[in-house]
C-alpha cells in the first residue's frame, strides 16, 4: 500500500472510472473513499474560510484535485481560472497592506517583534486593518502571551527638526498605531514638550508621513 497508489485511485474514482482488480483491493484496504470525503471537507473549509464557497460546487471532488487534469470540463476550468485571480488580487492586497504597515499575524506573539508577547483586544485587531477584520482576524490578533519586554525610553530632542525626525523615525519603527500617550511614553524629558506632540502629529499626518487608525496613528509608507 502505498500513497501514491492511493491517490491514484482516488483520481480514478473522480474522473469515475472503472477499477481493476488491483485498485480495487486498495480502494478497499486503503479506505480510499474515506480519503475522499476527508479531502472534499478540507477544500470545501478552505474555500469557506476564504469566503470563496460559491467556486466550491466546481471545484470540490472534481478530476484534478490532486493530479493535473488537463480534459477538465468548462466550468471547472473557469472555476479554477477564477480561483487564481482571487488569489493574485489578494496577494496583492495583502502586500499593500503590509506596505502600509498592517500586518495580519497568525501568532503575533512569536512573529512579530513590535508587539510580541503583547495581548490584543479585537477592537484594535480591526482598528489596524481599518475596520475590515474578520472572525478569524480578531482571534488570530487577540491571542495573549506573557507581558511584552518594557520600551526603553528615550530623551526627547530639543530642537523643532530633531523632534521631527524622531516622531518619523518612531512611526517608521513600529507597525502598531500610536496614540498620543504612547509616543510621550516612548521618552522621559521632562517638562511641557508633550503639550507640543498633537500639532507634531498633525503636521507629520498633513504631509502624507503618518495616517490615522483608530485613535492613533502609523506609518503611511
Known sequence: MTLTGMYNVLEQLRRGASLNAKEKAIHEQGL???????????????????????????LVGKPGGTLPYPEAGEAQTAAESELQSRLVALNTERAAEEARGVVRWLRPEFQDPAR???????????????????????????????PAKAVAKQAWPAELP??????????????VP???????D????????????????GTLEAIGQIRSVGNGWITAR
Open 32 to 58: 480510499v473513499s474515506v480519503l475522499a470525503s476527508l479531502h472534499d471537507e478540507l477544500d470545501t473549509a478552505v474555500l469557506a474560510a476564504y469566503g470563496w464557497s460559491d467556486l466550491a460546487p466546481a
Open 116 to 146: 510580541a508577547g503583547q495581548a490584543r483586544a479585537p477592537e484594535q485587531v480591526e482598528a489596524d486593518l481599518g475596520g475590515d477584520a474578520d472572525a478569524g482576524d480578531l482571534q488570530a490578533g487577540a491571542l495573549a502571551a506573557k
Open 186 to 201: 516612548r521618552y522621559s524629558t521632562r517638562g511641557k514638550w508633550k503639550a507640543r506632540l498633537p500639532e507634531l502629529v
Open 178 to 184: 500610536l496614540s498620543i500617550d504612547a509616543i510621550a
Open 162 to 175: 530633531a523632534q521631527m525626525r524622531a516622531l518619523t523615525e518612531l512611526f517608521a519603527s513600529t507597525r
